[in-house]
């Protein structure tokens, strides 16, 4: 071969060489090109997600209303009672006044029912509150519909004054905390029956309401049912029942009934014939009435008006009493007047006090 042949053969080898190469690195481009086009930039090993993600819509939240609620200490509340005579094995304390004696108690299958204790000691004499010995003419007021509201209730507890009784609707699930821290802070306490009106059709007292005409076994049943709520009571008030408390034939086992367990009865807002003081008379039931009702009008001067009436009747009569609903008015007023009667001449004391002022 000759100089020429070999130079040929070899300038084709080499030129096939380049071709292979740059088609190499032309495949190695495309390559890496398609790689971006699908990853990503080949120096990122992850994965990179961009996405457009409108805010959130936010609702605006409406924050519960609080509801006062009275703070009574464990100790201080009567244990949930169970039917059986060792449900409450020992008397139960709100500080130093009683909530509930083994011995003054019937259990039931609705809860603990009042009695008179085999020593003849009655649950009226047992959760009285004591009264000095005075002279000086006596004036009780009782405030009604406490249990209804809790922020009523609780501004009542923290305002008036200990020797206000308290009378509380049947009604609240917790009904015996509120008695309790009541008992604890001094005050002597009722349960209000409701009891039918006039216009029961308009003015409903709730269920269980004792009314004219269902017989006695109905309305002993729908007392019993009120009676077992809670415990500490010393007696009945009426919620509404001027018609109850104007038919003798109906008021009559009441009465009876609440002298067999050894309660007194309050009438509150004296019936326009009431039949109370001569069925009270007939049965030998303890009673007091209210001769006025404060707050009828509820403005402050009428209120503060009613209160001197009720000084007035009590320095005749020496001893009245006088009711009011739970309105912050009359809690407000009751409380400026209670300040200063000692000093015009007058002792402020429980209901069960004006009972025993006006034996039947």
Not at 3 to 20: D, F, K, P
Not at 85 to 91: G, H, I
Not at 241 to 249: H, I, K, P, Q, Y
Request: hydrophobic share 45%; charged share 15%.
């Amino acid at each position: 071969m000759s100089a020429e042949s070999s130079q040929g053969t070899g300038t084709r080898r080499a030129l096939r060489v380049l071709a292979v190469a740059y088609a190499s690195v032309f495949a190695l481009l495309v390559a890496t090109g398609i790689a971006v086009a699908l990853f990503g930039k080949p120096q990122t090993s992850d994965v990179v997600v961009r996405l457009h993600v409108a805010p959130p819509v936010v609702k605006p939240v409406v924050a519960p209303v609080a509801v006062p609620v009275p703070e009574v200490p464990a100790e201080t509340v009567p244990p949930p009672m169970q039917p059986g005579p060792t449900a409450t094995a020992a008397p139960v304390y709100a500080g130093t006044e009683l909530v509930a004696d083994p011995a003054l108690i019937q259990m039931t299958g609705r809860g603990p029912l009042p009695r008179i204790a085999a020593n003849g000691r009655t649950p009226m004499q047992a959760y009285a509150v004591p009264v000095a010995d005075s002279s000086k003419p006596r004036i009780a007021i009782v405030i009604t519909g406490l249990g209804i509201s809790a922020k009523a209730t609780a501004a009542a507890l923290a305002g008036l004054p200990p020797q206000v009784t308290l009378a509380f609707v049947p009604y609240a699930s917790d009904i015996q905390s509120w008695v309790t821290q009541a008992r604890r802070q001094g005050h002597e306490v009722l349960l209000e029956v409701p009891m039918e009106p006039f216009d029961f059709s308009d003015s409903d007292p709730g269920p269980h309401t004792l009314r004219v005409g269902i017989g006695e076994d109905a309305n002993t049943d729908r007392l019993v049912w009120a009676l077992t709520r809670f415990t500490g009571y010393v007696g009945v008030t009426n919620l509404l029942g001027a018609r109850l408390l104007s038919d003798s034939d109906s008021l009559q086992p009441v009465l009876a009934y609440l002298r067999a367990h050894g309660l007194l009865f309050f009438e509150n807002d004296i019936a326009a014939r009431s039949a109370v003081p001569d069925v009270a008379a007939r049965t030998g039931t303890a009673f007091a009435q209210s001769i006025t009702t404060i707050d009828s009008i509820p403005t402050a001067m009428e209120i503060d008006h009613q209160l001197y009436a009720l000084e007035i009747e009590a320095r005749t009569r020496g001893a009245v009493s006088g009711s009011g609903f739970l309105y912050p008015l009359t809690i407000d007023r009751v409380t400026q007047w209670a300040q200063g009667l000692s000093g015009r001449g007058f002792v402020l004391v429980p209901a069960s006090a004006i009972v025993a002022a006006k034996k039947p």
